[in-house]
């Protein structure tokens, strides 16, 4: 098609009627690559013979239907310069201004583009973005973002680890209202904000709690609780995984007179003890502390005595 198109004097107007047919077949080159981005996002792949060698902007003739693959090898194709486009198609170009969050960077930019049928024709300036457009897009960029506030604020995911293991095990399921949820939590948290990092230091699980129903909120905290207290008075965080049992690690001394498993979700499940010695190594793994003290402690306080003679092993771990 190329060579054909050049030898004839009403090429310009071919090719004009050839991307006024086929808008969605849009391709820009990635650099000096035989890859491309088509309309709509997909990746194409111009095939070793095509004839399309430099040309930034082509139309893909081919290879487009039924194809499952991630990229789409093309054969045949029609290329066009970018002035080409700017010239004949400057109707139909429309400036895209928009917010984006560059993550390697940590901060927000405003992008600057020109686009044709939605595919970008350059790549886009970036400059700083003000702090009102940051702050009405920021709780948007912070539901798009999840995963990353959840590796940035500890709390909030170990609240949400205890929230879908108490979905998972009591059939609970809100899953079309919690994207709401979450809009409405960094909606109140981001309020005068425009630093992504502000937000990342807040209590968040105070705006989630806040959002949530609060019936819900007040079953998690005494079914799922967030802390398990024993007998030496230390709080211990209790971890809740959703492809095992729920489990708390501690130091066996801390213990000591607990003599029943504490149960989480209505009683129904037990938690299971990493007991840990002075150097807060395993020493132990139970889910029954009843069996535990009668049956492998006496064995495992010989043990400890050798190892840690300056400590107190009572016989009897109920005194």
């Not at 487009?64 to 290329?79: I, K, P």
């Amino acid at each position: 098609i190329e060579k054909k198109l050049s030898k004839q004097e009403n090429a310009e107007e071919l090719r004009t009627l050839l991307l006024k047919s086929f808008p969605d077949r849009l391709c820009r080159r990635r650099g000096t690559s035989e890859r491309a981005l088509m309309v709509g996002g997909r990746g194409v792949k111009l095939h070793q013979d095509s004839l399309v060698k430099s040309s930034e902007f082509f139309v893909a003739l081919n290879g487009m239907e039924g194809s499952s693959d991630a990229e789409t090898v093309v054969s045949l194709a029609c290329g066009f310069s970018k002035e080409f486009i700017l010239s004949h198609f400057k109707d139909e170009i429309i400036k895209v201004r928009d917010l984006t969050f560059i993550e390697e960077k940590g901060q927000f930019f405003t992008r600057e583009y020109k686009s044709l049928y939605g595919l970008p024709l350059e790549e886009p300036s970036l400059l700083p973005a003000s702090s009102q457009d940051v702050e009405e897009k920021l709780p948007h960029v912070l539901v798009e973002k999840w995963e990353l506030v959840l590796k940035n604020n500890e709390k909030l995911a170990e609240w949400w680890e205890r929230v879908r293991f108490y979905q998972l095990h009591e059939g609970l399921s809100f899953e079309s209202e919690i994207e709401k949820f979450k809009l409405e939590a960094f909606t109140q948290a981001a309020m005068g904000e425009n630093k992504i990092q502000n937000i990342f230091a807040k209590d968040l699980v105070f705006f989630f709690e806040n959002v949530f129903p609060g019936a819900f909120v007040q079953s998690l905290r005494k079914e799922v609780p967030d802390r398990i207290e024993v007998p030496s008075g230390s709080k211990i965080k209790g971890i809740y995984p959703l492809d095992k049992a729920p489990y708390l690690e501690v130091r066996i001394q801390e213990v000591f007179g607990l003599m029943e498993t504490p149960k989480v979700l209505f009683g129904k499940m037990p938690l299971t003890f990493h007991l840990l010695g002075p150097n807060f190594r395993p020493v132990q793994v139970t889910a029954n502390l009843e069996s535990f003290w009668q049956n492998g402690y006496p064995e495992v306080r010989k043990e400890l005595r050798i190892k840690y003679p300056k400590h107190q092993w009572p016989e009897n771990p109920e005194d």
